[in-house]
């Protein structure tokens, strides 16, 4: 009979291990190089995260909580692992009822595709070279910004300002760019930025000079670093 009792406390005890297990687990996770605007009980700043073991394509997933003992730094792709276990005692509704803490930093690697990011003048396009605009004769100037994935420029008469569909600091396709209706007496200049801007399937970038290629890499405009 007291074997049958010591047994019985044995197997109560497992299982409690086992439970105590299973509402703990350490899983491997990606950081994005950047947070971005999200909602949780108001507007924010999220991390972008993966789990598993390899970086999706267009996979990245708003975080909306913290991740206690991670030290996070803009610019930078991060692969860790995190212990996630349930919370103790009352938690609020608009809260999450796990706890998540850095448990180790596997990787941490700048990421290429923010090399794109800066105000760039236009050098060249197909033959033009030093385009200027059209009322002010300025330079003509574009912005990208990676993190939020958007391009802004001035094409000569009019602006111009799309989406980064693609980056990932070789690889570039941008959107349909959505440009001001002007007429101006001189459209070369504007139609070859048009055009350069739709035909663009690669980047390089080498001593404050931006070139974007086609998807032979025929170089279609090159740029100059503002900042």
Not at 15 to 27: G, K, T
Not at 171 to 179: D, H
Not at 184 to 189: D, H, K, S, V
Not at 194 to 222: C, F, H, P, W
Request: proline residues 4%; hydrophobic residues 40%; charged residues 25%.
């Amino acid at each position: 009979m007291k074997s049958i009792f010591i047994l019985l406390i044995a197997v109560s005890l497992g299982a409690i291990s086992c439970q105590n297990e299973n509402d703990e687990l350490v899983e491997t996770w990606f950081i994005n190089s950047a947070k971005v605007d999200c909602t949780g009980a108001g507007p924010m700043k999220c991390l972008q995260i993966q789990k598993g073991e390899e970086i999706q394509s267009g996979e990245w997933m708003f975080f909306y909580d913290s991740i206690e003992g991670f030290d996070y730094v803009p610019g930078h792709i991060y692969q860790i692992k995190v212990r996630v276990s349930d919370k103790e005692g009352e938690i609020p509704m608009d809260a999450s009822s796990k706890k998540y803490e850095l448990v180790e930093v596997v990787a941490k690697n700048p990421d290429p595709k923010l090399r794109l990011t800066n105000i760039w003048k236009v050098l060249k396009v197909g033959n033009i070279e030093n385009p200027k605009d059209y009322k002010s004769g300025e330079a003509l100037a574009f912005e990208f910004d990676a993190s939020a994935k958007t391009y802004f420029g001035n094409a000569g008469c009019n602006t111009i300002r799309g989406a980064i569909k693609e980056n990932d600091g070789e690889r570039l396709l941008l959107g349909p760019g959505m440009s001001t209706m002007m007429a101006c007496p001189n459209m070369e200049a504007e139609n070859e930025i048009k055009q350069a801007l739709e035909a663009a399937r690669s980047y390089q970038i080498q001593s404050n000079t931006l070139s974007l290629q086609d998807s032979v890499g025929n170089t279609l405009m090159t740029f100059q670093a503002i900042d």
